[in-house]
């Protein structure tokens, strides 16, 4: 596991089996670190330089994994009573990065589409989606530096 | 909720909600029919006519979804007590018809790529990988007209 900057936001690397026939990719067992209980699982696709803008989960533990291309995921955090208050974390992960990210709740999450092609991502979930629990926020509401970083 | 041709395998159908900026996919929900338990989530890739042969899991529920192109799964039932015994089930899901499939232990498994390009199928599994309860037989060991059906 590697730390990455936001306390909550963790980086949890995944098996990739290659095979001439097809391969396997390991997303999240029971006993993962990050693993909370399971709610839901669901897809969701991004293309090339398209960013998603911010969501803020009140309950949920998203575990994040990218078995096609690959996706930058930018977490923010305003907890002011948070150790990484203020601070960004910008992440890439996918095919050649192959790693689960998991952020708890309470932290601002947006993605962008990094790969050429089709970019997918599963959410593994600690809950079922219930919109009551998500606030959003438009890209420019948050400032960040998408042009700098990875 | 369509019942399919052996008992224990059944097919549910999922939302797919479409979006120029991406779409969405369901996958599974802890309270969707054919649902368990969570014990593993994994993916796996199949070429364009690679059938990958038969596994045969002893314990473990599948519940499969394919997010990415298409795969044809061929079933079969050799339990001489079940009430479909001796049947082969023979469905394909993907992208154009976005269903999940729920095979219950005990049942014979095969599966094709179907789509020209990559082909990808997420299993959410109710318990995790345990070598010892698949058992294998190679494709012809099971005939089925493969160059029949869907």
Redesign the interface.
């Known amino acids: 596991m590697t730390p990455v900057l936001i306390d909550g936001v963790t980086l949890h690397p995944e098996k990739q089996i290659f095979h001439p026939?097809?391969?396997?990719?390991?997303?999240?067992?029971?006993?993962s670190p990050g693993f909370v209980?399971?709610?839901?699982?669901?897809?969701?696709?991004?293309?090339f330089g398209?960013t998603?803008g911010w969501k803020k989960h009140l309950r949920m533990t998203l575990n994040l994994?990218v078995?096609?291309g690959s996706v930058r995921f930018v977490c923010y955090d305003d907890r002011s009573d948070s150790p990484t208050f203020g601070v960004f974390s910008d992440v890439t992960i996918g095919v050649g990065n192959y790693q689960r990210l998991t952020v708890e709740p309470g932290i601002w999450v947006a993605f962008q589409?990094v790969g050429n092609e089709?970019n997918?991502l599963?959410n593994?979930a600690d809950m079922?989606h219930d919109p009551d629990e998500v606030e959003r926020c438009e890209l420019n509401e948050i400032i960040y530096a998408w042009n700098s970083g990875t």
């Open positions: 026939q097809g391969d396997v990719f390991h997303a999240i067992k029971s006993n209980c399971f709610g839901e699982a669901y897809f969701s696709s991004t293309l398209e998603k994994l078995p096609i589409g089709n997918l599963l593994v079922i």
